[in-house]
């Protein structure tokens, strides 16, 4: 059990570029979450997989956003034509039965 | 609905005692605790469910009063490792565990 690992640590990008992160979940986890967190404040969720399906997406989500999880391994979110207001700290999180195992985040600068 | 924790900061010597509040106008059927450090990923804590008992571990205890939907998380003889920022995420039981966190409790433990 590795934990949780999330790809790249940092990514700094140009507005109007596209990005991808990439997460691994702990491997007998079948649910994994998406959360977005901003200094000084608590984590925001984003989307939820349970295997690969995408039961859930935040309403603050825009279509500019979006994640998969081919064969309910690992998931990718992708943000297309970011925007500075895009600038956070993008946590995966994956759990069985009890509390979350984050990852250690993806923390992106739109420049 | 974002749920309220309070205070919003506290700076402890080793030691002493503190309380830190959750609060949401939502009916919950579970709370988490979490806690993290600068430039960390959140760590889970415990996890208290809808008509379950009071949880802890070592020096750290928290309860959750369903009728008031609000949980206290109870730090005692706190220690320099406790500092961090301490976040409570409610669960309003729809079956996905999805969270809507707080925006957290910085403790600061001074020797």
């Known amino acids: 059990d590795t934990g949780v690992s999330q790809d790249p640590r940092h990514k700094i990008t140009k507005r109007g570029q596209n990005v991808t992160f990439r997460c691994d979940p702990i491997s007998e986890h079948n649910r994994l979450y998406w959360y977005r967190q901003t200094l000084g404040q608590g984590p925001e969720f984003l989307t939820y997989f349970q295997n690969e399906a995408q039961l859930e997406k935040s309403r603050l989500l825009s279509d500019r956003f979006s994640a998969e999880r081919p064969k309910g391994s690992f998931s990718t979110l992708e943000i297309q034509r970011t925007e500075q207001g895009d600038s956070a700290m993008y946590l995966c999180a994956s759990m069985t039965g009890d509390g979350y195992t984050f990852g250690s985040g993806t923390r992106l600068t739109v420049v | 609905q974002q749920p309220v924790q309070s205070p919003q900061a506290v700076i402890l010597r080793e030691g002493e005692d503190a309380v830190i509040n959750c609060s949401s106008s939502k009916a919950l059927y579970s709370v988490h605790w979490y806690r993290q450090k600068h430039g960390e990923a959140p760590v889970f804590l415990m996890i208290?469910?809808?008509?379950?008992e009071q949880k802890g571990h070592d020096k750290i205890s928290a309860s959750f009063n369903e009728k008031k939907q609000q949980s206290s998380l109870y730090l005692t003889a706190s220690q320099l490792s406790y500092s961090g920022t301490y976040f409570c995420?409610?669960?309003?039981?729809?079956?996905?565990?999805?969270?809507?966190f707080g925006k957290g409790t910085k403790l600061s433990v001074i020797p």
């Open positions: 208290l469910l809808k008509g379950g």
């Open positions: 995420g409610t669960d309003s039981g729809a079956g996905s565990y999805q969270l809507t």
